[in-house]
């Protein structure tokens, strides 16, 4: 039992996520990067959305899906407050006051 938790904290340690004392996860991205994430989103799953379902299509296709894949990661990331790309590159945008414990 004890080599699948050295396995997985393994796991956790590549892919880059933070170490922390009891924690689940730390945030790192800062309030202004997490209300750009949430309007970009936003904004590009409606785009999408009206090229899919509206009769204005601004996308099309492929570029509507990647539209709406993309506006969902960016606005799921925002809400969170984790970005597991910054992560993997050791990137914060938030200082220390503002990451969550």
Not at 64 to 87: Q, R, S
Request: with cysteine.
């Amino acid at each position: 039992m004890t080599g699948n938790f050295a396995q997985g904290a393994a796991l956790q340690s590549v892919l880059g996520f933070p170490r922390s004392s009891g924690a689940i996860l730390e945030g790192n991205e800062g309030l202004f990067d997490r209300i750009v994430r949430g309007v970009a989103g936003t904004i590009m799953l409606v785009i999408s959305g009206a090229s899919f379902a509206g009769p204005v299509a601004v996308v099309e296709g492929l570029l509507a899906v990647i539209f709406a894949i993309g506006g969902g990661l960016l606005l799921l990331t925002g809400l969170v407050g984790w970005c597991p790309a910054y992560a993997m590159l050791g990137l914060r945008t938030c200082g220390p006051r503002e990451s969550r414990r």
